[in-house]
């Protein structure tokens, strides 16, 4: 038993040891310590009041205290030693593999996984809140806590009635993308250089149709002062070429997020090639599923059925050919 600055300890080490627990079991310690001590001698319902807590769970606490000492006052797991209900290591192995082929979010790996239990028959489901547990346990993503922000949102009347248009870079290569502001319908293609005449070139290819308005940025290929635009907009649009204010993304904001999954699909299949052939390919890959096979909250469909009218409901099959993926996704057999 030992006295240091007025408190007492039972071993000289507990001093030093106490130090460092958290500031709960340094106060479970003195409760312990006032029972077990002849100097206080308190009793043990009391000490239990102390420390808020019933007499019947100190006694278990001092029971610990006694068996593995000041280990023994600290908090223990709630986990349960066994997990009925756990996602089965086969079904997170095919989430992962997914993952890695796609870099799609829990929503879309969800529906993928769920389409490939059905076509086996098997009742097993996964939700997508699941699918985000098993990404962060195996360390694949980390949680993020999102301040949710409500924002306004505004789209154009019909289709063709507004065109987003800009280039972007992966792994150094320009890709041009254009997406339809009523419907989110998406189109991108790879491009060799980033002339004006060659951008001019990937609208003509992409966008075989008259549509109203197109809306740009103030970059050197859509500028204002640019003859090879300004004659593509007299010549392929109703009305007018409009441009975003200077420094505000978020006008074009619908097609900068078609960019970040084309892009981050284009590296989960690529990494850091630069093979313009599988570039080209993994677009067109892409393109597919995200017209056909997202579903789009924000309009509450596809964006190819909102556009057209109808959409590709094999985009399942395809998109699993695809990406190879028929080891761990299973085709729909009736189809």
Not at 231 to 237: A, M, P
Request: proline share 3%; hydrophobic share 30%.
């Amino acid at each position: 038993m030992y006295i240091h600055h007025g408190e007492i300890y039972l071993n000289k080490s507990h001093i030093q040891i106490i130090r460092e627990e958290p500031k709960y079991v340094q106060k479970r310690y003195r409760a312990v310590v006032a029972v077990i001590s002849k100097i206080s001698n308190e009793k043990r319902a009391d000490a239990a009041r102390s420390i808020g807590i019933c007499k019947r769970q100190f006694q278990r606490i001092l029971k610990r205290f006694n068996e593995e000492g000041i280990p023994g006052l600290r908090h223990r797991s709630r986990r349960p030693k066994k997990s009925p209900y756990k996602t089965p290591n086969w079904l997170e192995d095919i989430v992962v593999k997914v993952r890695e082929e796609t870099g799609f979010g829990p929503n879309y790996i969800s529906i993928m996984v769920n389409i490939s239990l059905k076509n086996q028959g098997k009742r097993k489901r996964i939700n997508p809140r699941t699918v985000t547990r098993i990404l962060t346990r195996r360390g694949i993503i980390e949680t993020e806590k999102r301040i949710k922000k409500d924002w306004k949102r505004f789209e154009w009347g019909h289709p063709n009635r507004l065109i987003q248009a800009d280039l972007t870079l992966f792994n150094g290569i320009p890709i041009l993308t254009t997406e339809d502001d009523h419907s989110r319908k998406g189109w991108a293609i790879r491009l060799t250089n980033r002339k004006d005449k060659t951008v001019v070139r990937g609208l003509k290819k992409l966008l075989k149709f008259r549509y109203d308005n197109l809306l740009t940025d103030n970059g050197s290929q859509f500028s204002r002062n640019n003859k090879v635009i300004r004659e593509y907009c007299e010549n392929h649009i109703n009305e007018k070429h409009i441009w975003t204010s200077i420094h505000h993304p978020q006008t074009m904001g619908k097609l900068s997020a078609f960019q970040k999954g084309l892009k981050r699909f284009l590296f989960h299949k690529l990494r850091d090639s630069r093979d313009i052939h599988q570039i080209d390919y993994f677009i067109d890959v892409y393109l597919h599923w995200y017209n056909n096979g997202r579903f789009h909250s924000a309009i509450d469909t596809y964006p190819e059925e909102k556009y057209s009218g109808q959409r590709n409901t094999e985009w399942y099959d395809h998109l699993v050919k695809s990406l190879k993926l028929e080891e761990v996704l299973v085709l729909n057999l009736e189809g």
